[in-house]
């Protein structure tokens, strides 16, 4: 599986932020296929599917994390900081609250040398935590700095590629097919025989796609589109090429 990319992780976080409980959304690239269980609660929400982690080495990565809960839809991931270095813990979000569950399973299996202790949370303690590390950011924290460069200059690169003419989509619902991803670009015109969904070795959608439109004036035009959601996700667009398709498509084979 491939790693987490933290601008993508970031992004996640903000939406989480922004659209409070609700939001459920799962990472791309999980190996589970199922669909968000029924839940029945009486005059109140679902849990909020959190864990925290205690007990990592101290050069652990988000993408560390990621690979910890591997099978399980990581939506974020943050590494909590005190006086400008890593402590040690992290918050988890998971896909859905049945999962958390199934992360309770990874108590005490080890990352590196180190066994990693997984506790249930709340969402306060998650939206606490991202509250010190945005505090810690605006005092002047290079670590804080250096994110918010990183995205801004992810959000530049888009603007500035080159288009060719196809689009590559991020973060889409597995169970989305050809006619979902052509009415999310109901405004231009598209065939089914435009948009390629790969797969990986075990036949299973990877959460991306990509779409050959007709001009790269159009493949442009529709990064208007970018960040919107299609289901409960929403969906990240790239500049792409017909080789980066090509090798997508023939990758899962």
């Keep these: 599986m491939d790693g987490a990319d933290p601008r993508e992780l970031g992004l996640k976080r903000q ?11 799962a990472g791309p690239g999980s190996s589970y296929m199922y669909s968000p269980p029924a839940y029945s609660y009486v005059n109140q929400p679902p849990p909020f599917p959190v ?18 809960f591997h099978g399980l839809d990581i939506v974020d991931v943050l590494l909590v900081h005190k006086n400008g270095k890593f402590s040690g813990e992290a918050y988890c979000v998971l896909g859905y609250p049945l999962q958390v569950d199934f992360a309770l399973q990874r108590n005490r299996q080890n990352i590196g040398r180190r066994y990693v202790e997984v506790f249930r949370s709340k969402r306060q303690e998650y939206y606490k935590a991202i509250a010190n590390e945005v505090s810690d950011a605006r005092g002047g924290s290079p670590r804080g700095i250096s994110r918010s460069s990183r995205a801004k200059s992810h959000d530049e690169g888009k603007e500035s590629a080159e288009h060719t003419g196809f689009l590559r989509l991020r973060g889409l619902p597995f169970s989305a097919g050809k006619d979902e991803i052509m009415d999310f670009f109901r405004n231009f015109d598209l065939s089914e025989d435009s948009i390629h969904i790969p797969v990986n070795s075990e036949g299973r959608p990877t959460g991306e796609a990509f779409v050959e439109f007709s001009s790269a004036e159009d493949s442009k035009a529709a990064m208007v589109n970018d960040r919107k959601t299609l289901g409960s996700r929403y969906i990240e667009l790239f500049p792409s090429s ?9 990758r899962g084979r």
């Design 242 to 250: 017909s080789e980066e398709c090509q090798e997508a498509v023939t």
């Design 51 to 68: 864990v925290r982690l205690r007990g990592l080495p101290f050069d652990c990565s988000e993408n560390d994390v990621y690979e910890f």
């Design 15 to 25: 939406r989480l932020l922004d659209q409070g409980s609700s939001y459920y959304g």
